[in-house]
């Protein structure tokens, strides 16, 4: 960046205003001495549908709410670009997300540590989970009554739901009543959610907008990092703050203090270290960029879950297509307005399900139920003819895969490359999965009610066919997380310590998704809170980890 109109000084300064974000603005601004700047490339979170529940089905490519990514053509996706929405504004992809509230394994944690992350294994991390939420049902041991976000269970589900949760039970799994308080065996249980009444409890909801006027916090929307600004050589090479740009040109250096904390999720994190000259060296000279820091784990690790879905047309029972179109849409939405009810307080599911295909040593397939089809199989508009839908995903694939920039242009989109289904295990617990959901529409509390499978059909019966199956049609389940893990040894991919400060930069940290070393076996939100709790206690408190 030529030259500077305009610089501002703070302690901190955050750039991503998303789920991380949030967390760290309030938590680092609380004690009304720190000054905060957080910075977010999209705007205001004003948008009707990002407060209304169900209106995660229409924002998934919205052209200013998201980044409109998409991944790469790969192979073992039959070439196709799959969409991968990260959210944009205040509040991230919290404000765009499907609003299921999934805590982890104990063990998924406890690999974290184990890999060499000194100090994150779940009894640690535990206290952060609940720090962030209001449950609905109050405080225990693992439950938190007084956090920012509400967690609340899905509100009168439509009647199907009770029969698939009778033919969880038929099939085997274990009805459990709060799947985040238990252990995480073979099981059948409605979703929680991260919803108060009928709004949305996003990220910005909870944690930005109680302290929006705070005299410590400024919030810069519409204003993108450009890169990272440091001084210094070799091991004393410092952050000093981020240079960022206004879509009219307008240039804005925001000099940190103390730190500067990098919270632009699972894509834009990488890329911004990369356009910063942080990164592989090669990925930097393909890009055009020289490098200031060799960092080859940059943008590696990439990690998500990707869900193929099963369809199955219904009758003689109650689903929410029904009552998504026409009069009864209307009766819907007059309920909401008048109750704060009914099917615009879901989302993308309402019963989940853990279930174990025999391919690993604990349950390694989890289940997101639809009461309802969509069309072609794919979320967003529901069928008109009452359906069922089972998504499946693999909980702890082993593909890795990567995001890198292509370009020194910050404009560009970077490359996305999941590598979905590209190991032997990972593409037959996928089939192995959707077995195990045609078996669940077969118990008996369910066929009276199942008129026929209609995706992928009756046809799809070898396991080629429902690989294929999977390949064609399947997509993210939006929980991309690893480009920026953390470890002890950057020369096997570490990016951060266990302190999230950046291997070979002080005064760096990044706090957000990306520092995940293993995905979790669950969807990711409430652990990304988790992340952001505790890095801001050890920013506040100044704990370190051995390095
Ligand atoms: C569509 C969708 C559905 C999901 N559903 C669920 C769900 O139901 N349950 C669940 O647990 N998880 C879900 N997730 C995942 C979960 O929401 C994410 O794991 C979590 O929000 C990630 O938080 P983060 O802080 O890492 O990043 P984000 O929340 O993505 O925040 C990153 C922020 O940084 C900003 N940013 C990026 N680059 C720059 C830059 N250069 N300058 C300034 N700002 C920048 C972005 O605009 C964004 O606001 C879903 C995600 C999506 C996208």
Known sequence: MNSINKEIMADYVIVGAGTAGCVLANRLSANGKNTVVLIEAGGRDRH????????????????????????????QASDREILFPRGR????????????????????IDAWEASGAAGWNFANCLPYYARSETWQDGQDARRGSSGPIQVTRVSSP?????????????????????????????SIWFYQQTRQGRTRSSAARGY????????????????????????????????????????????????????????????????????????????????????????????????????????????GVETANERSHGAALAKEVAKYLVT???????????????????LADRSDVQFVIAPGSFKEGRIGELEDKPGLSFGVWQMR????????????????????????????????TVVAGLRIGRELAKQPSLTPFVVGETLPGPDADSDEALLQYARDN??????????????????????????????????????????????????????????????????????????
């Open 158 to 186: 439509p009647e199907v739901c009770t029969k698939v949760m009778a033919a969880g039970k038929e099939l085997g799994l274990e009805m459990v009543d709060d799947p985040n308080a238990t252990t995480h065996g073979p």
């Open 48 to 75: 009707p549908l990002i407060h209304i529940p169900a209106g995660f089905l229409r924002l998934l490519n919205h052209p200013s709410i998201t980044w409109g990514y998409k991944t790469a053509p790969e192979a």
């Open 397 to 428: 694939p082993e593909s890795r895969g990567y995001v890198h920039i292509t370009s020194n242009d910050s404009a560009q989109a970077p490359t996305i490359a999941p590598h979905y289904l590209n190991t032997p295990l990972d593409r037959q």
């Open 474 to 547: 399947g997509s993210t389940v939006y929980h991309g997380v690893g480009t920026c893990q953390m470890g002890t040894d950057p020369s096997s991919g570490a990016v951060v310590d266990a302190n999230l400060r950046v291997h070979g930069v002080k005064q760096l940290r990044v706090i957000d998704g990306s520092v995940m070393p293993f995905i979790t076996s669950t969807n990711t939100n409430a652990t990304v809170l988790m992340i952001a709790e505790r890095a801001a206690d050890m920013l506040l408190m100044q704990t370190h980890y051995p390095a």
């Open 340 to 358: 704060g009810d009914g099917i615009l307080t879901y989302s993308a599911a309402v019963i989940g399900a853990f279930a174990s295909t025999g």
């Open 208 to 315: 930005l907008w109680p302290i929006t006027s705070s005299h410590n916090l400024s919030v810069l929307t519409d204003l993108s990092a450009q890169r990272i600004r440091m001084e210094g050589e070799g091991s004393q090479r410092t952050a000093t703050g981020v240079e960022c740009r206004r879509d009219n040109g307008q240039t804005v250096f925001v000099k940190a203090r103390k730190e500067v904390i990098l919270s632009a999720g699972v894509i834009g994190t990488p890329r911004l270290l990369e356009l910063s000259g942080i990164g592989d060296t090669n990925v930097l000279d393909n890009a055009g960029i020289r490098t200031q820091v060799p960092l080859g784990g940059v943008g590696n690790n990439l990690q998500d879950h990707y869900v193929t879905r099963l369809c199955f047309r219904i009758q």
């Open 89 to 108: 504004g205040l509040g991230g992809s919290s404000s765009i997300n499907g609003l299921l509230y999934v805590r982890p394994f104990t063990a998924d």
